[in-house]
């Protein structure tokens, strides 16, 4: 199917779920996922109304960025080495997946301006999700005080691939909560006003919850 009739049944979708929780569509950023795709397919995504795109390997978001360049916001979704940090530093809008202090040093000695960071948290505890535990964030945030260009604009999460409607909710609402903690301690370098948490398995569960980044590659874009 094509991307505009895609995003016109996700949008219709996430209308749903922010009825079912007082919310408004606006407050959500759809980032298109591209990892799975071709350039044109990017393209098509962009005219069809998408602005944020998303990529989780250096390589293909290289790829894509190259022929996309500023026709979209920029999302480096994946895990990222400190080695290549350089090179999505000035193409990348957001990072969402700053997991450890290592990554942070080298994100603020490589960039001139404060870089838009999501701490990638791993809720479900899984052994094979990257992230960093729900206790561990808020002392991990203060540490990074002694850098000056990171700013902690929210969280990321990747729920388990389940079907457990109830189990997913419950992940997405401690995420939203350790968000509210985090506010609450008014650190002026992480305002943490973001929840990146949803994709095409989850997103509506994710909105209902407080998601304001849903992260949609197979849904939109096909895989
Ligand atoms: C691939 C990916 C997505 C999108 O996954 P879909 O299930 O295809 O929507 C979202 N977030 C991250 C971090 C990903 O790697």
Redesign the pocket.
């Given at each position: 199917m094509g991307v505009a009739e895609n995003l016109s049944h996700i949008r219709q979708k996430i209308e749903q779920a922010c009825q079912n929780s007082n919310r408004k569509p606006d407050e959500i950023t759809i980032i298109g996922?591209t990892?799975?795709v071709t350039i044109e397919r990017a393209r098509e995504a962009i005219e069809a109304g998408i602005t944020n795109l998303?990529e989780?390997r250096l390589e293909g978001f290289l790829e894509k960025h190259e022929y996309i360049q500023d026709s979209a916001s920029w999302h480096f979704?994946?895990t990222l080495q400190s080695r290549k940090v350089k090179e999505v530093i000035g193409k990348v809008d957001a990072i969402?997946s700053l997991d450890r202090e290592s990554l942070a040093k080298e994100i603020n000695k490589r960039t001139a301006k404060p870089v838009d960071c999501f701490i990638q948290v791993n809720v479900s505890g899984e052994q094979t999700k990257h992230g960093i535990s729900l206790e561990d964030t808020l002392p991990f945030i203060r540490e990074l005080e002694v850098y000056s260009n990171i700013r902690i604009v929210g969280l990321m999460t990747?729920a388990p691939h389940i079907d457990d409607q109830e189990q997913l909710r419950n992940i997405f609402r401690q995420l939203a909560s350790l968000r509210e903690d985090i506010q609450a301690e008014r650190i002026a370098y992480a305002p943490c006003e973001y929840l990146s948490m949803g994709?095409?398995?989850d997103y509506q569960i994710a909105v209902e919850e407080g998601a304001t980044h849903i992260?949609?590659?197979?849904?939109l874009v096909g895989?």
């Open positions: 996922v990892k799975y998303g989780n979704i994946g969402h990747m994709m095409s398995n992260r949609i590659g197979s849904d895989s």
